[in-house]
């Protein structure tokens, strides 16, 4: 028996102990079997699918992915923005940046270096809240540059989100370089 063939061998018990099959005798395990457990039987089929990938690469593991750049974008990239005319929250302009760029071989831009460099140039402020956390709120600067509050109505009722016009998506876009420098840092 070949390698592969003992990898195939062995998926094909972890397949049936995954279906509530006992692998020796072909008969279904009874209820209260631990084989039966969801937890398991779970790992049963995670391990199968890496026996797979290891069947279908000739025996191989699958190879390790490599670790991802760091966030970049070109000019020509940011020229495809799509600039929201309604206010949107800094996670929106997060995605809106990210779909831009090839985050399968790149770290994706989160919406947290956006607020952090809008805290850092002072274009937001922390603000303690009534249970002792913070929260961030536009600045006067913020505001001029097109950041507002906006409410809105939830599970919980009624809450204030920091939003962003189009003018403060356009500043956020003509500072990337400065946004991706303060994360390097």
């Given at each position: 028996?070949?390698?592969?063939?003992?990898?195939?061998?062995?998926?094909?018990?972890?397949?049936?102990?995954?279906?509530?099959?006992?692998?020796?005798?072909?008969?279904?395990?009874?209820?209260?079997?631990?084989?039966?457990?969801?937890?398991?039987?779970?790992?049963?089929?995670?391990?199968?699918?890496?026996?797979?990938?290891?069947?279908?690469?000739?025996?191989?593991?699958?190879?390790?992915?490599?670790?991802?750049?760091?966030?970049?974008?070109?000019?020509?990239?940011?020229?495809?923005?799509?600039?929201?005319e309604l206010p949107i929250s800094v996670s929106e302009i997060a995605k809106k940046i990210n779909a831009l760029v090839d985050t399968e071989h790149m770290k994706q831009l989160s919406y947290k270096q956006l607020t952090g460099w809008?805290?850092?140039?002072?274009?937001?402020?922390?603000?303690?809240?009534?249970?002792?956390?913070?929260?961030?709120?536009?600045?006067?600067?913020?505001?001029?540059?097109?950041?507002?509050?906006?409410?809105?109505?939830?599970?919980?009722?009624?809450?204030?989100?920091?939003?962003?016009?189009?003018?403060?998506?356009?500043?956020?876009?003509?500072?990337?370089?400065?946004?991706?420098?303060?994360?390097?840092?």
């Open positions: 028996m070949t390698k592969l063939e003992k990898i195939a061998y062995a998926k094909s018990f972890i397949d049936k102990l995954a279906n509530g099959i006992n692998p020796i005798d072909d008969q279904p395990v009874v209820e209260y079997d631990v084989v039966n457990n969801v937890r398991l039987t779970r790992c049963f089929f995670y391990v199968s699918d890496i026996l797979r990938q290891v069947i279908e690469n000739g025996g191989i593991t699958p190879p390790k992915k490599k670790a991802k750049s760091s966030f970049g974008i070109t000019q020509e990239q940011l020229a495809q923005y799509p600039y929201s809008l805290l850092s140039i002072n274009a937001l402020a922390e603000q303690p809240t009534v249970n002792g956390k913070s929260q961030k709120r536009p600045t006067e600067t913020g505001r001029q540059l097109g950041i507002s509050l906006e409410t809105r109505n939830g599970m919980n009722g009624e809450y204030q989100v920091v939003v962003y016009n189009k003018e403060a998506q356009t500043f956020i876009l003509d500072n990337i370089d400065a946004i991706i420098a303060l994360e390097n840092k």
